[in-house]
Nanobody, 123 residues
Framework: VQLVESGGGSVQSGGSLRLSCVAS?????????VGWFRQAPGKEREGVAH???????RYADSVKGRFTIYQDNAKNTLYLQMNSLKPDDTAMYYC?????????????????WGQGTQVTVSS
């Protein structure tokens, strides 16, 4: 599975961006769970949004109500719509795909990663 992100850029605080991630190789949307992560300089990588299944979508508290993860299965493309952006959202953003596992609830174990796309939000 190969993942290629795009859509990053520079935007002012309050603006919007939509990130895209095209999946190829042995990938089908029903086989894999997907998510978005980000990493700012000097900080650990954090999960932003996880699409474990259509009924199991999770967001980091810091982005709830502002970011939306969704897929176009026909295009094997994952999206992250980001609204009301803040300077704290500045980071390299990565998409990831993996397989589901159950530990109480159902989670995604990420095995495949894209190369990242930079998002910079200025105040």
């Amino acid at each position: 599975v190969q993942l290629v992100e795009s859509g990053g850029g520079s935007v002012q605080s309050g603006g919007s961006l939509r990130l895209s991630c095209v999946a190829s190789g042995y990938y089908t949307a029903d086989r894999y769970c997907v998510g978005w992560f980000r990493q700012a300089p000097g900080k650990e990588r954090e999960g932003v949004a996880h699409n474990v299944s259509d009924s199991n979508i999770r967001y980091a508290d810091s982005v709830k109500g502002r970011f939306t993860i969704y897929q176009d299965n026909a295009k094997n493309t994952l999206y992250l719509q980001m609204n009301s952006l803040k300077p704290d959202d500045t980071a390299m953003y990565y998409c990831a795909a993996g397989t589901r596992f159950r530990s109480g609830d159902v989670y995604c174990a990420y095995d495949y990663w894209g190369q990242g796309t930079q998002v910079t939000v200025s105040s």
